[in-house]
């Protein structure tokens, strides 16, 4: 098992908790009727984001979908500009005509969320392509879910990457539904990563739960992609504890599925290694004390913040009107 | 100058650009060396130059195409994406409807993506149903897209240039049967504006608007019934979306009667949203009610003599424009 030293395991639980608070926080927003907004809940795959976001350079480019949540705060979205986009105020990251599933952040990398299943997966070859032609270093690591294997595009992209040899890593979060079609509804692979071998590239399936093996596994993708080895299918096993969007009813889920997934939340294992390596309980109650006050002063911020101006509708549509 | 094909004329635009930005490069089907240089040539000779990294002969793979594009354009650089023919548009359309059209105005202005999508088709050559329609209306019919189309080769040149610098998504459509047209090379570094049409004719009695590969027939209808003292003013939208409504309206203001021509189906096509717009704003001025040509609407079939009948034609025109002026 390849070890992971201490400050990289303080960086990942810090955007872990990051991920999750700001997971608790939206849906206590929306439980309460203070915020009424299309929200796509992240609980139980808060650390494959993470991991996967701690694996990256600040400069790599990432590309997710309308679950986005966690690449988009553990890769260093800041809160407010967050929180102002998905309460569609002025002061959000796209001033509020992107929203929950749009939200976009070229400064900190998060360049596309797509809110089509499998449509991130060829534009991240060309975020790759256009390093790879100018050499600038960076990878792009594109997410989804095992819901976007069975679309054209995703095939269509893992060819192309693979024949160029591009620096992309493809992150499947196997959440075990696709919207609300569980896996073995919708695929009878016994596995993504599987078909990576198709594309002539390496593919690998991870516990997503588990610390240990998802960071090295990113990173490790990462690191080949950054060589010029070419792209890697990563696929992290990991649950999707709640319906498909807020609100929605996942009666669907088999009792015994949520056993299974509350004896595998990624949360209470992560805290158990940060135990192990000498954290105290003191010091990671003190890291989500901190996150949870910089996520209520960024919700406060958000809520206070003025509407776009209607004016806007018209605005970005093309250059001459910027 | 010398004489130069439309085919060379966006070959040469595509070079000069590639030469002077490293942030352009082409991929698509066939499109380099090894293929040929693209299915009608226009990227002959350039992956001798720039190497297959800016030459990217890719798989049959218009979704995977149409992603790389955007996601190259996001990240700065300035690719020419094609796609072989105009039907095969159907297969990625999300890329670009849903991401390069939309990507600017969701991201509040942080993300334009500036693309040029190459496409070929037309009526005319016997390729049936799936390789030939004209589907600039799908484009049109979408905010954040430049829909363009050159009917001659200097227009070609330049448009492929402006098209090139513009820095929002451009869907470039080349007709087939226009490839082979030569004119006078306007020389490097020429430009057309997007958004600007031409007159390619002035006349007074009705006002033709027209784009591509029709500004011929219409153009060659105009010089008959000159001949009949019959005026016709024939305008080259040359940017079909967003069009230059300002030279539209002002030459039927000018002639009092239109006529919309076009290759593509007439229902809901341009001509329609053109017909309205302008009874709307020149009711005043208008002599009659806006005429509308355009193909049939069912398939493009594949037999010469049914192909010929589904095309507009220059008897139609004239019938059209006699009916107008009231000469029939």
Redesign the interface.
């Given at each position: 098992m390849a070890q992971i030293d201490r400050d990289k395991l303080l960086d990942i639980y810090t955007r872990t908790m990051k991920v999750n608070r700001t997971d608790e926080k939206f849906r206590e927003l929306l439980m309460g009727g203070k915020v009424a907004v299309m929200y796509y809940c992240v609980r139980g795959q808060e650390l494959v984001s993470a991991a996967a976001m701690a694996a990256l350079e600040k400069e790599d480019y990432v590309v997710c979908t309308y679950r986005g949540q966690g690449e988009q705060t553990a890769k260093g979205i800041p809160m407010e500009k967050w929180w102002g986009e998905c309460l569609g105020k002025a002061t959000g990251t796209c001033k509020g005509k992107g929203g929950t599933m749009h939200i976009t952040d070229p400064e900190t990398g998060i360049m596309v969320t797509t809110g089509v299943v499998g449509s991130g997966l060829p534009i991240a070859n060309g975020l790759a392509m256009a390093s790879q032609n100018n050499g600038d270093g960076r990878v792009t690591l594109v997410s989804f879910g095992d819901g976007a294997a069975n679309i054209g595009g995703f095939h269509e992209a893992m060819n192309m990457a693979q024949l160029y040899k591009l620096p992309v890593i493809f992150l499947c979060q196997n959440n075990r539904y696709g919207e609300h079609t569980a896996y073995a509804d919708h695929t009878d692979s016994p596995n993504i990563a599987s078909r990576a071998a198709g594309y002539g590239m390496p593919g690998v399936t991870v516990d997503g739960n588990d610390v240990h093996q998802i960071y090295p596994a990113v990173k490790e993708a990462v690191d080949r992609a950054r060589r010029g080895e070419g792209p890697t299918l990563v696929e992290a096993m990991c649950y999707r504890m709640m319906g498909h969007f807020f609100g929605a009813d996942f009666s669907y889920m088999p009792p015994e599925h949520i056993a299974e997934m509350k004896a595998e939340d990624p949360l209470p294992k992560l805290r158990k290694v940060m135990l192990e390596h000498q954290f105290t309980e003191e010091e990671l109650d003190k890291i989500v004390a901190d996150i949870d006050a910089q996520i209520n002063a960024a919700v406060e911020h958000a809520l206070a913040a003025p509407l776009p101006d209607t004016d806007e509708i018209y605005k970005d549509v093309l250059e001459e009107t910027a | 100058m010398a004489q130069i094909t439309m085919t060379q004329a966006l070959n040469l635009a595509i070079d000069e650009a590639m030469a002077e930005d490293?942030?352009v490069?082409c991929l698509g089907e066939d499109v380099s060396a090894k293929q040929g240089g693209g299915v009608f040539k226009v990227t002959s000779g350039l992956t001798e130059k720039y190497g297959e990294?800016?030459i990217?002969a890719?798989?049959i793979?218009?979704?995977?195409i149409?992603?790389?594009?955007?996601?190259?354009?996001?990240?700065?650089?300035r690719?020419i994406a094609e796609i072989m023919l105009m039907n095969f548009v159907g297969v990625c359309m999300?890329?670009i409807v849903?991401?390069a059209a939309k990507?600017?105005?969701?991201?509040?202005?942080?993300?334009?993506c500036p693309m040029v999508i190459r496409t070929t088709t037309g009526v005319g050559v016997g390729f049936g149903g799936q390789h030939s329609d004209m589907l600039e209306a799908w484009f049109a019919h979408v905010?954040?897209i430049?829909v363009v189309t050159p009917s001659n080769p200097a227009d070609a040149r330049g448009l492929m240039r402006a098209s090139i610098d513009?820095?929002?998504p451009v869907i470039f459509i080349e007709n087939i049967l226009c490839y082979g047209l030569k004119a006078e090379d306007p020389g490097p570094g020429y430009r057309v504006p997007l958004?600007k049409a031409a007159i390619a004719r002035e006349g007074t009695d009705i006002s033709i608007i027209t784009y591509g590969r029709t500004v011929l027939d219409a153009l060659a209808v105009a010089d008959d019934l000159a001949k009949e003292g019959i005026s016709v003013e024939v305008v080259d939208l040359r940017t079909i979306a967003?069009y230059d409504e300002a030279t539209v309206l002002a030459s039927v203001r000018k002639t009092g009667r239109a006529l919309t021509l076009h290759e593509a189906v007439r229902p809901f096509g341009t001509g329609a949203e053109l017909a309205a717009n302008i009874q709307e704003k020149c009711w005043d001025s208008l002599k009659g009610p806006v005429r509308r040509i355009g193909g049939t609407f069912s398939a493009v079939p594949f037999a010469s003599h049914l192909e010929q009948a589904w095309i507009p034609t220059k008897p139609q025109i004239v019938e059209q424009i006699k009916a107008s002026l009231g000469k029939l």
């Open positions: - | 490293p942030g490069f990294h800016r990217r890719t798989p793979s218009e979704t995977a149409i992603g790389a594009a955007v996601g190259a354009a996001l990240a700065g650089q690719p999300d890329q849903n991401h990507l600017r105005f969701m991201s509040g202005g942080q993300t334009p905010a954040g430049h513009a820095n929002d958004g967003p």
